[in-house]
């Protein structure tokens, strides 16, 4: 599933650069997920690098985008392909 980032953000800006598919932007109050490039850096580490680096613990799985392994690793490929 995709990642969200709650309103505990403190817009830090140390996700932002971290992010692979540059899923996250800058929103109106808050940093935000496109959750139709978030593979949870699938294809790219073995683990979310916006995760790693957030300060707060602000970015968990978005309940509303659940995604398998297997259908991460489709969006990578696919994302990939597109900016070949």
């Given at each position: 599933?995709?990642?969200?980032?709650?309103?505990?953000c403190?817009?830090?800006?140390?996700?932002?650069?971290?992010c692979?598919?540059?899923?996250?932007?800058?929103?109106?109050?808050?940093?935000?997920?496109?959750?139709?490039?978030?593979?949870?850096?699938?294809?790219?580490?073995?683990?979310?690098?916006?995760?790693?680096?957030?300060?707060?613990?602000?970015?968990?799985?978005?309940p509303?985008?659940?995604?398998?392994?297997?259908?991460?690793?489709?969006?990578?490929e696919?994302?990939?392909?597109?900016?070949?």
């Amino acid at each position: 599933m995709a990642l969200i980032i709650t309103d505990e953000c403190i817009n830090c800006d140390v996700c932002e650069p971290e992010c692979p598919n540059g899923a996250i932007t800058q929103g109106e109050e808050i940093y935000e997920i496109d959750p139709n490039l978030c593979t949870e850096c699938v294809g790219h580490y073995d683990t979310s690098q916006c995760v790693d680096v957030c300060p707060v613990d602000c970015i968990p799985l978005d309940p509303a985008h659940e995604e398998s392994q297997d259908e991460l690793r489709t969006k990578y490929e696919h994302l990939m392909a597109q900016s070949a």
